[in-house]
């Protein structure tokens, strides 16, 4: 279901193209809403609001029309939609076979449509590679692969003609005969549509091809479809995955001179059963041995001991890499949310495998989050670094701090309880502050009241080192050397909360410490020089860091997302960088989803490529310009930062992004792949948290602890 907007359009943040059957209204839609969020009344938009409108004209079919079957309602909804001509073909392409009408679909009469086929989706397959496509490269021949829908009664067949309405896209194989379909099947034209793309067409060029569709039977519809001139995908969905993937870790984890995927998702073992998938893939699609594993009910209850537990299969935490037992071959770390029916609770399972899939040791139950690593006791090898925090029966949480080597040691554990503090998830980083060769351990607390929090650095002995106050809540924070020192600055961006309307998040000042406490000169920069505007509590983190020297002057920039569509940038010496912040497309609450920073075009300078919850993937110059061919339609939210690798071995740039409903999305881009500087959540395959890493990540250990 697309839903559109008061002029009958499609809405900004819906889904697009192939995958819409009947569009809705979903903007300003009056409905129901909790008392935290301001209820009990508010206009809401999203597609969550269009789909009830179609499910309660299919409740009204069913009340209405005895003994109507299922099928006789999914006809009626498409064969009495209405056709909104507002210019004789964009309703027509943005919102899918027209407007729901109850009015029609009560009135229409079936026997007019002996047949009521539909245009499903349409694929674009490259013919060297057989991947399928999200963009038209230059110069390239594809496959054009139409999908039929049969929803009324049985078809002897028919034929399709496809089209293009650029002179920059030539047909060469224009129609295709189909067979028979069956009430309900769903049928592929096979390969006989063949479109070729001209050397000329140039970078974000739209193209639209026509798809004509006529049965034996009489019946016909047409369909547009838009495609951009843009990037090779490498591919776009990979086998076995359902929905849902978590952001990607991107790392050479065999050795072979490229870099792997590694992601989780849901995925689907039969249809009864949704399992849980941790997936390891080359570039081409193709999954390492042992590769995928996937974890069910059963599985999960043998792990934990407990039948009443299960996997919260929509967490968004990604897996982190590392050498555990210092042989040179890392292992994966998954943290696992555990939840009791839809609740979760306040556990995480840390699965740790081997490169080949198997198990590494026991999995260990914790309350933490994303862990990270980082070779805290000098041993060579890297150490397992985790937050978390356990609550009493009388519902105080005492936050914690764990730390333990590759050999199953803990190097220390240290309560973090403060009167009047609780734990903040994702405040974590590891790095040599003061270069004295050891790692310090860095972590925040938010205040109870919602009102401030707690800075910590903490030593490799466990010693707290500085405990410093905040006016401000922490949201995000990054190691860095700002002023060229040799020594890192702590960046640390924070949030406000308000509760007027509903509990709302809003951007606060970003700061930068020296190691000592001392602010570093230039900050904070305060709010106002970033966005007043708030969003829903429940929106999550709204001011990830990432950090880079993007102008190539030999100091770092800091970039950083905030609730009001911007993003930000400002140079060490906290300055506005000219051109920021720079907005994005539509009018969503939280537009930018956090940060990567490399060479995606092969200039001298690097690019910020950033994610959206408006289903598109940005890529900003240094100057705040968008990149050529950018931004990107991916066809659903990317929740998380998208990821910078090399998953070919060519030496150039691939954006690896995870999309809600798109699956993974990889693009080839012409950038320098030796020049990233923040390549994914967090930094790197540790999620250190620390800019200015190697350009070539070697990880280095973790024994067998568990």
């Not at 697009?16 to 909790?34: C, K, N, Q, R």
């Amino acid at each position: 279901v697309v839903a559109s907007d008061q002029r009958d359009r499609r809405a900004y943040f819906s889904n697009f193209g192939p995958t819409s059957d009947i569009a809705a209204p979903g903007m300003a839609i009056l409905s129901t809403v909790p008392d935290m969020l301001g209820g009990p009344y508010d206009a809401w938009d999203g597609t969550s609001m269009a789909a009830p409108v179609v499910s309660g004209v299919a409740a009204l079919l069913f009340a209405t029309i005895p003994n109507i079957s299922a099928d006789e309602v999914y006809a009626r909804l498409l064969a009495g939609a209405e056709n909104v001509d507002l210019d004789g073909r964009d309703a027509e392409f943005l919102l899918g076979v027209n407007r729901v009408s109850a009015f029609r679909s009560l009135e229409v009469d079936l026997e007019d449509f002996p047949t009521i086929l539909g245009i499903t989706d349409l694929k674009i397959v490259d013919k060297r590679s057989g991947a399928q496509q999200m963009l038209l490269s230059s110069g390239r021949k594809y496959l054009v692969q139409v999908e039929i829908m049969n929803y009324w009664q049985k078809s002897s067949g028919g034929g399709l003609t496809l089209e293009s309405e650029s002179d920059l896209v030539m047909v060469s194989g224009s129609s295709s005969a189909f067979g028979p379909v069956r009430q309900g099947e769903t049928i592929s034209n096979g390969k006989g549509l063949v479109i070729s793309v001209s050397k000329s067409a140039p970078l974000g060029e739209s193209v639209v091809l026509v798809v004509n569709l006529k049965s034996n039977e009489g019946f016909e519809i047409k369909k547009r479809f838009l495609f951009k001139v843009g990037f090779e995908s490498l591919l776009t969905k990979f086998g076995g995955l359902s929905t849902n993937p978590v952001p990607a870790t991107v790392v050479d984890v065999d050795r072979d001179g490229d870099d792997e995927i590694i992601f989780s998702g849901l995925a689907h073992e039969s249809e009864e059963n949704v399992a849980k998938g941790i997936f390891i893939a080359n570039g081409d699609g193709s999954f390492l041995n042992g590769w995928p594993l996937l974890l069910n009910k059963k599985m999960v209850e043998a792990l934990t001991g407990d039948p009443t537990i299960e996997l919260f299969v929509f967490d968004a935490t990604p897996p982190t890499i590392g050498d555990l037992n210092g042989d040179g071959v890392p292992e994966i770390v998954v943290p696992l949310i555990l939840a009791r029916g839809e609740e979760t609770i306040s556990n995480t399972l840390l699965l740790v495998l081997k490169q080949n899939g198997e198990p590494f040791g026991t999995p260990i139950l914790t309350t933490g989050t994303t862990p990270l690593l980082a070779d805290v006791n000098g041993d060579g090898g890297e150490d397992l670094i985790l937050t978390g925090g356990v609550k009493s029966e009388t519902g105080v949480v005492t936050p914690f701090l764990k730390v333990a080597d590759g050999t199953g040691g803990t190097i220390f554990d240290l309560d973090l309880m403060h009167s009047d503090h609780l734990w903040v998830d994702d405040t974590l980083a590891a790095g040599d502050l003061n270069s004295d060769g050891n790692i310090e351990i860095v972590t925040a607390l938010v205040g109870e009241s919602l009102g401030g929090g707690l800075l910590f650095v903490i030593s490799s002995a466990g010693k707290i080192l500085l405990e410093k106050e905040l006016s401000d809540i922490p949201s995000d924070l990054a190691l860095a050397d700002l002023d060229n020192d040799g020594d890192l600055e702590i960046i640390l961006s924070t949030q406000r909360l308000t509760s007027g309307d509903g509990l709302r998040r809003g951007a606060g000042p970003l700061y930068a410490f020296h190691h000592d406490g001392k602010l570093v000169s230039g900050f904070p920069v305060n709010e106002t020089a970033r966005s007043k505007k708030s969003v829903p509590f429940q929106y999550g983190n709204v001011n990830r860091v990432a950090i880079g020297d993007l102008d190539g002057d030999g100091f770092l920039e800091i970039v950083t997302s905030d609730a009001r569509n911007e993003l930000h940038a400002f140079h060490s010496d906290g300055s506005a960088v000219q051109g920021f912040p720079v907005r994005g497309r539509g009018r969503s609450p939280l537009l930018f989803t956090g940060a990567a920073i490399g060479d995606i075009d092969g200039d001298p300078e690097l690019e910020i490529v950033a994610g959206s919850i408006n289903n598109y993937l940005y890529a900003f110059n240094h100057d705040g310009t968008e990149v050529k061919g950018w931004p990107i339609e991916v066809g659903y939210s990317t929740q998380k930062p998208p990821a910078l690798g090399d998953v070919d071995g060519d030496g150039k740039t691939e954006v690896i992004a995870t999309s809600f409903k798109s699956g993974v999305v990889v693009l080839k881009t012409p950038g320098d792949s030796s020049r990233l500087a923040w390549k994914q959540y967090r930094g790197d395959a540790s999620h250190k948290g620390g800019a200015g890493a190697p350009k070539n990540l070697t990880i280095n250990s973790i024994d067998d602890w568990i």
